[in-house]
């Protein structure tokens, strides 16, 4: 389970208010009272100078930062603050150009940030009274009764001439939000015939009561917003002109960043959540000092927190990132923690923690053992779920020995063959994704890299040891990137591995650097911790030369999804660097080495295909496809209560349809086993001794292997079972695989 995650301005932006409602209720323009207006520090300063002097000389295109287009930078700053254009007018927009575009390239240069928070705190002002105009409009008497619709997607839209227009903009948006809150404490078989006036009424008040809270909540936010947070903002939309992936981290985000590649965090191990307020606790992570406690449960509720022997402070109300650094620290100090238990309300207490570091197993490699066919015919696959290409300096866990330890665990269940799933995989460590090629080739080559002055360099896996050498097959999707694309893209040059899923993978085939910001000797002194770029220095390339920008992976057999439809692909992406290819690398493989034909891939194909034009979970997932596509498609929405009902009854209709459909389907999985990890095991003993579950050492025999039937129903991963079984059947059958030409 991840950590607790602090407020992400980045996010919040980006996806910020999908609401909104009707009427026609004519206020007066908000008033633009001062909320506090944020400055940038010296520290920020030099951290902004450095940062243009680092991408000039280190990114991938040297590109200057007198090349940047100043208009196209403050539109996509802009567009990063008010992505919905719900609180700048045209005007505003005019002055922010007219003021800034001239000098903008120069107050990069000298670490200026003004343009920045000039923006931003013109945005709190705007924003905040725009959410306390809100609050006075949802007071208004408004009706369900309209011919009116309200489009929710407003980013291509243009920025609105007048106040007066953008305030009609909210009064639909406030309207759209209230009846959506509506309709979602309706049953879908209500009409107007049907609802009394009383009954509406109060499921009408109770909803914009809910939404009053909302909006409450998002001003809070935006309040709670710190210098750091714009910083970050403000300098990220510098870096991603440069490219998509280079990125400007200050402390705290380098901080994460760390944590999130090595898996492992100091802290007392409990993931939180903010509602209304309060910080309550959502999860114990298994075997962390919070479990061990055995004084917490999920829904007490943090009121204060102390350092050591020190004063409490009161959190209630405070932002969730700020508890987050107050209750994280040092391995081996104690934390206070005053808290409301779920079990009793009425009483607080007091909690002391010995923080300790945390290892996050819900994000390393994870097996499961399936078994097909009757009895005296099953065939036993293993599935690899690899999340990440994780890794560590240190002694910390690392991605391609996991999944050596795992692939030994199912051969030892007898598995036939095996699949690695990396559907969900970003990316991570190159070294861990050569490394992690090489348990499945002899020797040769695994990706090519090519730098900013023209070099390429040949990254080979020498280690002639084997962790698999029977059939393979690699489950993509169009989230699989980066160091995922290596490995499926490597593999498949080598003929080693089957690649099946989406048509093509992310196609993200540059390789970032985290260079940590120089510190002058006046500021490394306050503080060793340091902010970061992570800058894009080289592109990826397979052993064939194809690069991975932009075109991905090819799966070799691809299963349609909804991803085919969403923009998450590399090509998505502004700013993304261009597909281009190098020559390929000349290697003869070890005559030994297992390798799939031709024929067979078609084979294989062909039955695929067959069962995709005929299985009835294919039936499924094209219709799940189309009213999903439907959905999508449709930006324009009524704001009459009648009309959305029959629609709610109709999308309800079709759900449960699809529904019973899916349940149906899963009856039919194949019942799979669970494979952990040395680790996983431990630290799950650890939580069970720690609760008095059990007083079992690690060493106790192993339980006796079990299959049961899982609980959802993964089409991909069914037909990848089956393709894999297929594949294993030819085999069986004497159609041995033949050695292909030796050069790539």
């Known amino acids: 389970m991840n950590p607790p995650k602090p407020y992400s301005p980045l996010k919040h932006f980006a996806s910020f208010l999908s609401f909104v409602i009707i009427g026609h209720f004519v206020l007066c323009e908000p008033a633009l009272a001062d909320s506090g207006t944020l400055d940038p520090t010296p520290l920020m300063k030099h951290e902004a100078k450095w940062l243009v002097q680092a991408l000039e000389q280190a990114h991938f295109n040297k590109v200057p930062i007198d090349k940047l287009e100043p208009r196209e930078f403050l539109s996509s700053f802009l567009e990063r603050l008010d992505k919905q254009k719900l609180y700048f007018t045209q005007k505003e927009v005019d002055n922010f150009d007219k003021s800034f575009s001239a000098t903008l390239i120069t107050f990069f240069k000298q670490g200026n940030l003004f343009p920045g928070y000039e923006i931003y705190n013109e945005y709190k002002r705007r924003s905040v009274a725009r959410l306390d105009w809100a609050l006075t409009f949802l007071d208004a008497n408004m009706t369900f009764d309209t011919n009116q619709t309200f489009d929710t997607d407003r980013e291509n839209a243009p920025w609105a001439k007048t106040e007066h227009e953008l305030e009609k ?200 053992l399936h078994k097909t066919g009757d009895e005296d015919k099953s065939k036993m696959i293993g599935v690899i779920d690899l999340p990440s290409f994780y890794g560590s300096s240190g002694n910390g866990p690392k991605a391609t020995d996991d999944v050596e330890e795992l692939i030994g665990a199912l051969i030892n269940l007898k598995a036939e063959g095996l699949i690695l799933d990396l559907r969900r995989n970003g990316g991570g460590y190159l070294s861990e994704a050569v490394n992690l090629a090489g348990l499945f080739i002899s020797r040769g080559p695994v990706v090519q890299v090519k730098s900013t002055d023209g070099k390429i360099r040949k990254k080979f896996d020498f280690n002639p040891k084997l962790a698999w050498d029977g059939p393979l097959i690699i489950l993509v999707s169009r989230y699989s990137a980066s160091a995922s694309e290596i490995v499926a893209g490597a593999l498949q040059n080598h003929k080693r591995a089957i690649i099946v899923g989406d048509e093509t993978t992310h196609g993200k085939g540059t390789v970032q650097s985290l260079i940590p910001m120089k510190l002058p000797l006046n500021f490394a002194a306050i503080s060793k911790k340091r902010s970061a770029a992570k800058i894009t220095i080289q592109k990826y390339y397979l052993p064939s030369g194809d690069s991975t920008q932009i075109g991905g992976v090819k799966s070799d057999i691809s299963i349609d999804t909804i991803n085919t439809f969403l923009p998450i692909g590399e090509s998505d992406l502004d700013n993304a660097l261009e597909w281009d290819r190098i020559p390929a690398v000349n290697f003869r493989r070890p005559d030994e080495e297992f390798l799939y034909t031709l024929d067979d891939l078609e084979k294989l194909k062909e039955l695929s295909e067959e069962r995709q034009n005929t299985f009835s979970e294919f039936t499924y997932l094209k219709e799940n496809i189309s009213w999903f596509k439907k959905k999508r498609e449709t930006k324009t929405l009524s704001l009459d209560l009648a009309t959305r009902l029959s629609r709610k009854k109709t999308d309800l209709e079709v759900s449960q349809a699809l529904s019973k459909t899916y349940e149906s389907l899963a009856e039919k999985s194949y019942p799979f086993s669970e494979v952990q990890l040395q680790v996983v095991k431990d630290q799950t003993l650890k939580s069970l001794q720690a609760r008095g579950g059990t007083s079992a050492s690690s060493g106790e025999k192993e339980p006796a292997i079990s299959f049961e039937k899982p609980n959802e129903l993964d089409i991909r991963l069914h037909e990848s079972v089956r393709i894999m079984v297929d594949w294993i059947d030819i085999l069986d059958g004497g159609q041995v695989s033949q050695k292909l030409p030796s050069p790539l």
């Open 169 to 368: 903009h909210w009064e639909k948006l406030v309207s759209f939000e209230l009846l959506n809150e509506t309709l979602q404490q309706l049953d879908a078989n209500s009409s107007e015939e049907t609802l009394s006036p009383e009954k509406l009424s109060e499921i009408t008040n109770n909803s914009r009561d809910k939404l009053g809270k909302r909006y409450e909540r998002w001003k809070k936010n935006i309040q709670e917003f710190e210098s750091s947070d714009v910083q970050e903002l403000y300098l990220s939309t510098l870096t991603q002109m440069f490219d998509p992936h280079t990125t400007f981290m200050n402390i705290k985000e380098k901080e994460r960043f760390d944590q999130q590649m090595n898996n492992e965090f100091v802290g007392i191990g409990a993931v939180l959540r903010d509602e209304d307020g309060f910080c309550t606790i959502k999860e114990l992570l298994p075997g962390g000092p919070a479990e061990g406690s055995r004084e917490l449960e999920p829904d007490d509720v943090i009121l204060k927190v102390a350092q050591a022997e020190g004063d409490f402070v009161d959190v209630v109300n405070m932002k969730l990132a700020k508890i987050v650094e107050l209750i994280k620290g040092p391995k081996d100090t104690l934390v206070r923690l005053e808290i409301k238990p779920i079990q009793d309300p009425a009483n607080s207490k007091i909690v002391r923690i010995i923080r300790d570091k945390i290892k996050l197993t819900a994000n390393l490699a994870a097996a499961t």
